[in-house]
């Protein structure tokens, strides 16, 4: 079984809204006890983030389109732990639903911290490669976006 807290959340970075996430974790879930009460049961705890992945990305593709480009790219800030602590859960939602995809469903799955990278790959089916030059690029334009919404103090 997935963890659910886990799973809503996702659905949360993947689509931005609140409303939304509810709306496909429930599905998801729904869909998982379907299966089951016809004795086939979701294989394993990373198929309810495949099936809410890709709901996810239907209600998103019927939304506002990903903005490509936006943020310059810089190097992780060794203040960066502290600067997304400042951050409200729907800011960290918001830049992580506006991003294109695959790196959307990459960066959320990586901000959950709730996987690893070989667990990433199979839930996402994308070769390593891919995914560690996504998450790095992606990495690299959250720091740019998080220096301008949390500036980091000049250190005295």
């Known amino acids: 079984m997935a963890n659910l807290p886990q799973l809503y959340r996702f659905c949360f970075l993947m689509t931005g809204e609140a409303s939304k996430a ?4 429930q599905d998801t879930v729904r869909e998982a006890a379907f299966l089951a009460a016809k004795g086939e049961p979701p294989a394993d705890r990373h198929w309810f983030f495949r099936e809410a992945r890709w709901r996810c990305l239907d209600v998103v593709a019927h939304g506002v389109q990903p903005e ?3 943020n310059e790219a810089c190097e992780i800030s060794p203040q960066a732990p502290e600067q997304i602590q400042q951050l409200e859960p729907e800011q960290l ?36 490669h891919d995914l560690s030059r996504a998450i790095g690029s992606g990495r690299c334009e959250f720091q740019a976006w998080l220096n301008a919404t949390v500036p980091v103090a000049a250190e005295e």
């Open 93 to 128: 939602a918001i830049w992580i639903s506006a991003a294109p995809e695959p790196q959307r469903s990459i960066l959320a799955l990586y901000y959950l911290d709730e996987f690893n990278y070989h667990e990433m790959m199979s839930i996402l089916g994308l070769k390593l």
């Open 22 to 25: 509810q709306d496909i974790f």
């Open 68 to 70: 490509r480009g936006t």
